[in-house]
């Protein structure tokens, strides 16, 4: 009984003594974990203070008129972006569907199919087909000057992006020479070539360029990805008008 008691205690001051080893131990982990998180806002917003102050050194002149230009610029890419995803269509189902309609219910199937179908090349399709009485050269030139009017709408304000990358440097560019201006106007009034003087003058000429350049190149690489998504659904409506009118010839035969 003694030596069951003298366990029962040996292991109680065990337990008690490994306690105080895990104990410091989670409560300096817990301290380590709850500083960093709190570093971490610091950081962030350390990075958007030095990003506002930059932006204010730069002039809130030509700088302002930069950001309108990145926020019109994206504002048009997202658009674009959104509307040639909801353009994009399964051109190999839509022609096997309108083949199919076409074997079963005739024309008026086919138009049907088509007009349930979002896209511009399910319009080129119905386009092709509701002149198909005429004749297939009737509904081939209406499958080109549709699909003409599809590409239009396809490319649909692209050049204001193209217009903004172009405009964005320049402004930056700009800024640049009113900065160098500024800088020897204070020269010219001190007399005397003091570094500076000089400095801020150059900071504002940097600081216009760089901002300039940075936007320049995000609404490149928008721009690039939305030429690239139209010439792919053009390329598709264009092999599809072909096998459209190719399933149209067969048909009369």
């Known amino acids: 009984m003694r030596n069951l008691f003298f366990a029962i ?17 989670l409560a300096t982990t817990l301290a380590t974990s709850i500083a960093q998180d709190e570093e971490a806002p610091e950081q962030s917003a350390s990075f958007t203070q030095e990003l506002k102050k930059r932006f204010i050194e730069g002039g809130p002149g030509f700088m302002g008129i930069v950001l309108i230009c990145l ?100 402004l930056g560019f700009m800024g640049t020479v009113i900065g160098m201006i500024q800088a020897f106007d204070k020269i010219e009034a001190a007399g005397d070539m003091q570094p500076s003087l000089v400095a801020g003058g150059i900071k504002v000429a940097l600081l216009t360029t760089v901002f300039g350049l940075i936007v320049a ?18 390329n598709d409506m264009e092999d599809a008008s072909i096998t459209l009118i190719d399933i149209l010839v067969a048909k009369k035969k």
């Open 9 to 25: 205690t040996l292991l109680g001051f065990m337990s008690t003594a490994n306690a105080t080893v895990i104990v410091p131990n």
């Open 71 to 170: 926020i019109l610029g994206l504002a048009i890419a997202i658009e674009r972006i959104i509307f040639l995803n909801l353009a994009t269509t399964n051109t190999k189902k839509l022609t096997e569907g309108v083949e199919e309609a076409l074997s079963s219910g005739g024309v008026d199937a086919a138009k049907e199919f088509c007009r349930n179908t979002k896209g511009p090349v399910a319009s080129i399709f119905y386009q092709g087909l509701d002149r198909v009485n005429e004749g297939v050269e009737s509904a081939e030139k209406a499958v080109v000057a549709y699909g003409g009017v599809q590409m239009g709408q396809l490319e649909k304000n692209v050049s204001w992006i193209s217009l903004f990358i172009a405009l964005a440097p320049m």
């Open 217 to 234: 190149i995000i609404l490149q690489v928008f721009y690039n990805y939305i030429v690239a998504k139209i010439d792919s659904i053009v």
